[in-house]
């Protein structure tokens, strides 16, 4: 018989996300390897998708999602963001962030473009543009910030370079890129008419009062790019799968066209829920969210660096790097494997975010728990001491 795949999908195998949350169900333990964030669903979202259900909306939307999801997404982005965005042409709600990317990338993108890429990186994120042929063009972030180097973008430039991904804030080094930063990349997707892909899920995890730029919203930009987020962290719904993209027309209707051919549309009940909690959360909610997860982070850190596994200080989202070179084991995976074993605490391998020997270094742990389990993780942890 024949041997069947698809070629492009050669070497594209289970995330390390999945197999350490997999490992650390076998033991019983503590995952801090997947971002599942299992703190509490706001109210008026379960509220909203259940009086859905209950009101009929059990049936397909409109390719680009409810017409009350999409306005009060506009309205959002207005208020928040800085973008202006009409709800009937420019938004298309999809089955979470990383279906809005898909849609996007198959949408925009043909094989053989290269799509520059911040590393270390979000392995979906390179998994999709692999799966549809396009190619990576890593540039390193460095240092204790993430820190990248304009003439490192300008040299990974070449004649088939036709996009430039941004992931703010960014999984898995919590970086929050600068208005400044964003700015120089803005002028030279200008200068090299290039697109700007950004990944902004994690727009409300915030922390040492920092703010959030999109980059659609600086000049000249809202034509070239396309934004992506959701709300499956912020209202702790990762389960339901609903995210959405921003674009200008011409590239939505595109973008739309591919969401309708691969999903035809998102839950429609859970779709309702999220327009009600957009529309009755209010500043609290969200200033709420960034000081329990400030907590959080501070006191996770802490923790790593006692036993000596010293972190990077995240800016936002709720993942930290550490760095476990002194645990044995010559890989990150078999580091977090003696990790697991000894303290029955899951993170994920830095591998899985660097091409490079340095991502061997570190593992990814995220603390988006309940207190009651950040707290005994960060008790398990001390056996490293």
């Given at each position: 018989m024949k041997k069947f795949g698809n070629r492009q999908l050669t070497g594209l195998v289970q995330s390390e996300i999945r197999?350490?949350?997999?490992?650390?169900?076998?033991?019983?333990?503590?995952?801090?390897?997947?971002?599942?964030?299992?703190?509490?669903?706001?109210?008026?979202?379960?509220?909203g998708a259940k009086e859905a259900m209950d009101k009929g909306i059990n049936t397909y939307t409109r390719f680009d999602g409810l017409a009350n999801l999409r306005q009060a997404?506009?309205?959002?982005?207005?208020?928040?963001?800085?973008?202006?965005?009409?709800?009937?042409?420019?938004?298309?709600?999809?089955?979470?962030?990383?279906?809005?990317?898909?849609?996007?990338?198959?949408?925009?993108?043909?094989?053989?473009?290269?799509?520059?890429?911040f590393e270390p990186y979000y392995g979906y994120h390179i998994s999709t543009l692999l799966a549809i042929g396009a190619v990576p063009r890593l540039v390193p972030l460095q240092g204790q910030n993430w820190e990248f180097c304009l003439d490192d973008v300008v040299q990974a430039l070449t004649d088939r370079t036709r996009a430039i991904l941004v992931n703010t804030p960014g999984n898995p080094t919590g970086k929050v890129f600068t208005k400044k930063e964003l700015e120089?990349?803005?002028?030279?997707?200008?200068?090299?008419?290039?697109?700007?892909?950004?990944?902004?899920?994690?727009?409300?995890?915030?922390?040492?009062q920092r703010e959030h730029v999109s980059i659609a919203s600086l000049v000249g930009m809202a034509d070239r790019t396309i934004t992506i987020s959701g709300y499956?962290?912020?209202?702790?719904?990762?389960?339901?799968?609903?995210?959405?993209?921003?674009?200008?027309?011409?590239?939505?209707?595109?973008i739309g066209a591919m969401n309708d051919l691969l999903y035809v549309c998102a839950p429609a009940p859970l779709q309702y829920g999220v327009?009600?909690?957009?529309?009755?959360?209010?500043?609290?909610?969200?200033?709420?969210?960034r000081q329990s997860f400030q907590g959080k982070r501070d006191r996770f850190c802490a923790i790593l660096e006692r036993v000596g596994l010293p972190p990077t200080?995240?800016?936002?989202?709720?993942?930290?790097?550490?760095?476990?070179s002194r645990i044995s084991g010559r890989t990150?995976?078999?580091?977090?494997?003696?990790?697991?074993?000894?303290?029955?605490?899951a993170g994920v391998p830095g591998e899985a975010f660097f091409q490079a020997d340095r991502g061997r270094q570190y593992i990814r742990f995220s603390f988006a728990k309940t207190?009651?389990?950040?707290?005994?993780?960060?008790?398990r942890l001390q056996r490293l001491a």
């Open positions: 197999a350490m949350t997999t490992a650390c169900n076998c033991v019983k333990g503590i995952n801090l390897a997947q971002g599942v964030c299992d703190t509490g669903v706001p109210e008026p979202v379960i509220r997404l506009a309205h959002k982005l207005a208020t928040y963001n800085a973008i202006k965005a009409d709800p009937e042409t420019d938004i298309t709600v999809s089955n979470g962030a990383t279906g809005a990317f898909q849609c996007a990338c198959m949408a925009l993108l043909n094989p053989g473009d290269e799509v520059i890429v120089s990349l803005a002028a030279l997707s200008q200068q090299h008419d290039l697109l700007i892909f950004t990944d902004e899920i994690y727009e409300y995890f915030l922390y040492d499956s962290k912020t209202f702790s719904i990762t389960g339901w799968r609903i995210g959405h993209s921003v674009a200008p027309p011409p590239y939505a209707e595109l327009a009600v909690g957009i529309q009755e959360l209010g500043l609290s909610f969200y200033q709420e969210v200080i995240p800016q936002g989202a709720y993942y930290v790097l550490a760095d476990v990150g995976k078999e580091r977090a494997m003696w990790i697991l074993e000894k303290t029955g605490v207190d009651g389990d950040l707290n005994e993780a960060c008790e």
